[in-house]
């Protein structure tokens, strides 16, 4: 039998597999000791000291001899009575431990550590690591203080702090991380450790935090010691500020890459009239001056608009910002707007524009969310987006220097909703809307301040003019009365004018007069301002509707989105569509709504009084409806696109009315024109007891969103739908929302946030006994370990995945399954084994249906082929996988299969179409934010250069695939690169001088 010991930990002790009971305490911290020894003799005075102190008591030695005893005879069971103890001997005064030194587990790792002294590699110590199960001697607190106890604890934290340093070296940010974590959780003042955990938190993209890290430390030495950071902690600070410099470069190239500029303005205000003052100031405001137009002039003369701050430099050092403020209704976004359209040539880097929603009480649209936006518009892929808030306003602001962008934000409520939303560049301007004067913004940013009031006498009578014609112009007086009514507000106006219209041929005044009437009989929907009260313009509008079309523009005020088409509407309002086309023509006419081609939205004054109709009528909340439409044509979009998974997704309420007819053409620009409102409805149901949408959408959404790239919208309904599942609480449910997230962040190269998630959900599963959740969650740390190499643990999960999958019937899972263990065995090597496991996977993807999966099956047979020099081969099943993904959504395949095929061409000379198939791979990859495949394409260039001898090429290519590879993780394309360059360094090598 093989006896072996184990002490990092829990003292514990087998022979072989069996386990020995050691014994009580006092004989457990005898061989503890002798452990501790290394193989060397411990006299008696040293276990009596040990164990008893200064105070040993007078049978000590006896005491040691019995523990001694019982000792060899657990140890050693098969020895004769009364002969030599091989194990325990009694050597000198005292006793000596005999066990190879590879059967004691704090022995091996010491030899361990040796062996990888002058390896670079992580996995060595990795090993080493491994053995680790916590404290040493965690059971005996006797040898918890000992010196030699201490010792190990220090020896452990540096061979962390070094696995750190290697891991770092070989690109995996993430496992760094943590190795750092724990090396500075046990001593916050270890400064080599710090500097290690702030150099992997910026290599793995998480900037903010490591600038943070960096800061608590600072103060913590500060108030503890009294000191500043040394050298080695000074020097990672000094590296994060350079490398934050240059951070921003990989989304330059991606967003230099073919993206369109930015144009993101709304329409321009039909019939805008009036406020060249204000569009003048806006000019002085911002440092030009734009045209004006015929449209723009007005006849007589008023002051000027009332600003703040005279105007700015002609070359400024700050990004100027100005802030339109006023009352509800008054005109802020049709001004901002005009003066944006007639100055839009002023910014040839493009135009980027974002409606805040800040009076909305429900979905203000966060400053996390809107640089996504933006960063999005800017040409950022979504795999490159980053989590934190403030990361994210670093890489705004980073795209933006030395760029010459107009920033419209438009409805915002706060300086801190604006704040992360600010350039940093002089080029660029801002523009802000808002109810608020947002005095921070001029006191702290220099922001100059436009205060916009209402429509001048002589403006508001022509912007009536404009719109009712000349029955104003023959009534003067009551056309100044109108104007009156309306507050001079050029919402309220333009309802009052089409009120004229349609109360033809009767006279203006006598529509006047009955306005006055009505305006003594109602209560006055307040604005925040006494003279702006214009609910009775807003209530005469309302009443002069059909009742269908005012309980369609009472229920509008429920709909949490931003706009909505005609199908919603119905769900909404239960009526048949073309009732509801109906009703939509009645209120865009009576502008109570606003239309923008086939689209449907409202301006947020009018949004809070349809809600309040909708409350007095007793018409509370948003139906259940609309939620039920939502859900049943996202699941019905699904289906279509992604058939083979329909039993993967939860089964969903039908409507009541009549389904959306959706077709597998229509299905994705569905799903694109939608995404904004599947999301604001599923935030808006986990606030109003809803819970089960968000669930659903969430679980039925993921593929479309993670395909997408829609990371940002995907993470913040999984969040939503996590925390609803665990307020119902649905631990089965939270599971798999859990296991989504975890996909989401393998997507995004977040390793360590997906490893945290998908152990949880393990820990769900077993929780409520489902097997098929835990093998997912399994199959897909898996698929995370497969990214980061760590091939042996991938094999064995994904093994249990096949293995579960086959014994339930689950047909999909086992081909996922097959498909993810031949790619491990691919990057293994073992090419047989690979091709077995994707043959059959293809089989089963074939069987049900399942053109992806099997397309996908084919792409890595072609691997297969290739790397076993079949060329025409491996060129066979990448064509019929690219056919496959040509006509899906699957974008990523087709670029996988076009790399594929480019790598096959330059095997075979074909140097002209490689560089046309790779280059239309890299270009799918940056678009969708594939990094993984760009860092795959970048490897394929590289050796496409080195072909026709381009060796400068080829190195570029190799090191740019070096670089994505290495923030992100991914081994294998890593060592691709590494082997690239190697390769071109014993080429260049072999060269003579010219």
């Excluded at 091996?108 to 040796?114: D, N, T």
């Excluded at 040409?379 to 306003?393: I, K, N, S, T, Y």
């Excluded at 579960?804 to 047909?811: E, K, L, P, Q, T």
Aim: contains cysteine; proline residues 6%.
């Amino acid at each position: 039998m093989t006896l072996r010991i184990q002490v990092l930990g829990p003292m514990r002790a087998w022979h072989d597999d069996e386990p020995i009971v050691l014994g009580p305490p006092a004989q457990r911290t005898v061989l503890g000791l002798l452990v501790l020894a290394g193989g060397q003799p411990v006299g008696l005075p040293g276990l009596i000291d040990t164990i008893w102190g200064d105070d040993p008591p007078a049978s000590a030695v006896n005491v040691i001899q019995t523990h001694v005893k019982r000792l060899r005879r657990v140890l050693e069971p098969g020895r004769a009575p009364h002969s030599r103890s091989a194990v325990l001997p009694y050597l000198g005064d005292g006793y000596h431990l005999v066990v190879p030194p590879d059967q004691i587990d704090i022995l091996r790792f010491r030899r361990l550590l040796r062996s990888a002294a002058d390896i670079p590699a992580p996995e060595p110590l990795s090993e080493a690591l491994a053995l680790w199960q916590g404290q040493p001697f965690a059971d005996l607190p006797q040898l918890t203080g000992h010196p030699k106890v201490r010792s190990i604890v220090a020896e452990h934290r540096a061979a962390l702090a070094r696995l750190g340093v290697a891991l770092l070296a070989a690109g995996q940010a993430g496992r760094a991380i943590a190795a750092f974590e724990e090396v500075t959780a046990a001593d916050p003042l270890d400064e080599a450790g710090q500097a290690g955990l702030v150099r992997a938190l910026a290599a793995a993209g998480r900037r903010a935090q490591a600038f943070a890290t960096y800061q608590a430390v600072r103060a913590r030495l500060a108030d503890e010691l009294g000191v500043d950071p040394g050298a080695e902690l000074t020097a990672a600070y000094r590296e994060l500020l350079d490398a934050d410099a240059r951070a921003v470069e990989p989304a330059r190239t991606a967003v230099g890459a073919g993206r369109p500029v930015p144009a993101e303005l709304p329409a321009d205000v039909p019939g805008f009239t009036g406020r060249a003052h204000e569009l003048a100031a806006l000019d002085r405001l911002t440092g030009g001056r734009a045209p004006s137009t015929a449209q723009d002039r007005l006849t007589g003369t008023s002051p000027p608009a009332s600003t703040t701050e005279p105007a700015p430099s002609p070359e400024p050092s700050a990004v100027m910002i100005a802030v339109v403020s006023g009352t509800a209704g008054v005109g802020k976004t049709a001004l901002a707007t005009r003066w944006a359209h007639r100055a839009r040539d002023r910014f040839p880097d493009g135009q980027l524009y974002v409606d805040l929603r800040g009076y909305d009480p429900e979905q203000p649209v966060s400053p996390e969310a809107a640089l996504a936006r933006f960063l999005r518009s800017l040409g950022l892929p979504g795999e490159q987006m980053p989590a934190d808030v403030e990361e994210r306003a670093a890489l705004y602001r980073s795209l933006l220097d030395r760029r010459r962008v107009l920033v419209l934000l438009d409805n915002a409520a706060s300086v801190d909703q604006v704040r992360p939303l600010l350039p940093g560049a002089a080029s660029c301007v801002v523009v802000v809307t808002s109810r608020d004067a947002l005095p921070g913004l001029v006191v702290r940013h220099g922001a100059r301040r436009l205060d916009l009031d209402v429509l001048r006498h002589e403006e508001a009578l022509a912007l009536l003019r404009r719109l009712a014609g000349e029955r104003v112009s023959g009534d003067a007086g009551a056309a100044e009365e109108l104007a009156a009514h309306c507050a001079r507000l050029p919402l309220a106006l333009r309802i009052a004018a089409e009120l004229v219209h349609r109360r033809a041929p009767a006279s203006l005044a006598s529509v006047v007069s009955e306005l006055a009437d009505h305006r003594g009989r109602l209560g006055l929907l307040s604005t925040g301002d006494p003279h702006s009260d214009i609910g009775v313009v807003f209530s005469w509008s309302y009443r002069d509707l059909p009742a269908g079309a005012a309980r369609t523009f009472r229920l509008l005020g429920h709909h949490p989105g931003t706009d909505v088409d005609v199908c919603a509407v119905a769900a909404l309002t239960g009526d048949p569509e073309v009732r509801a086309r109906e009703h939509l023509g009645l209120l865009a006419a009576s502008h109570l709504v606003q239309r923008a081609g086939d689209r449907y939205g409202m301006h947020d004054l009018l949004r809070a009084y349809a809600k309040d109709l909708a409350r007095r009528s007793g018409e509370a909340g948003l139906p259940r409806a609309v939620p039920v439409f939502y859900l049943h044509t996202a699941a019905t979009a699904m289906d279509l696109l992604y058939p083979a998974e329909r039993g993967r997704r939860p089964r969903v309420p039908v409507p009541d009315g009549p389904a959306l007819p959706l077709r597998a053409a229509t299905a994705l620009a569905w799903l694109d024109a939608e995404r904004a409102n599947l999301v604001a409805t599923a935030v808006h149901a986990v606030a109003h007891d809803l819970e089960w949408f968000a669930v659903q959408l969430a679980q039925v959404l993921l593929r479309y969103l993670e395909s997408g790239g829609h990371y940002t919208d995907a993470v913040t309904l999984h969040e939503h739908a996590l925390r609803a599942a665990e307020r119902r609480p649905d631990h089965r449910a939270a599971a798999q929302l859990r296991i989504n997230l975890g996909v989401l962040h393998v997507q995004q190269a977040r390793y360590a946030e997906a490893g945290i998630e998908l152990q949880r959900a393990v820990e769900l599963a077993l929780e409520v006994g489902d097997t098929l959740v835990r093998v997912r969650a399994l199959g897909n740390l898996g698929h995370l370990y497969q990214w980061q190499g760590r091939y042996a643990e991938a094999a064995r999960f994904l093994g249990e995945v096949v293995s579960v999958a086959r014994h339930s019937g689950d047909r999909a899972g086992e081909a996922r399954g097959l498909g993810n263990i031949g790619q491990v065995r691919l990057r293994q090597g073992r090419l047989a084994d690979a091709a077995h496991d994707l043959r059959a996977s293809a089989a089963i993807c074939h069987d049900i249906g399942d053109a992806v999966g099997e397309a996908y099956a084919l792409l890595h047979l072609g691997h297969v082929e290739s790397s076993s020099g079949r060329h025409t081969a491996a060129a066979e099943l990448y064509e019929r996988a690219l056919l496959v993904f040509t006509g899906t959504t699957e974008v990523a395949g087709r670029a996988y299969a076009l790399d594929g095929l480019g790598g096959v061409d330059v095997l075979l000379g074909e140097h002209r179409r490689a560089a046309d198939r790779l280059g239309e791979a890299l270009a799918l990859f940056r678009r969708i934010g594939e990094r993984a495949g760009e860092a795959r394409v970048a490897n394929s260039l590289g050796a496409a250069a080195a072909s026709t001898g381009r060796l400068a090429d080829a190195r570029a290519h190799h090191l740019s695939a070096l670089r994505i590879a290495g923030e992100i993780g991914y081994r294998y394309e890593q060592s691709r690169a590494e082997q690239g360059l190697a390769r071109l360094s014993a080429a260049g090598r072999h060269q003579l001088p010219a």
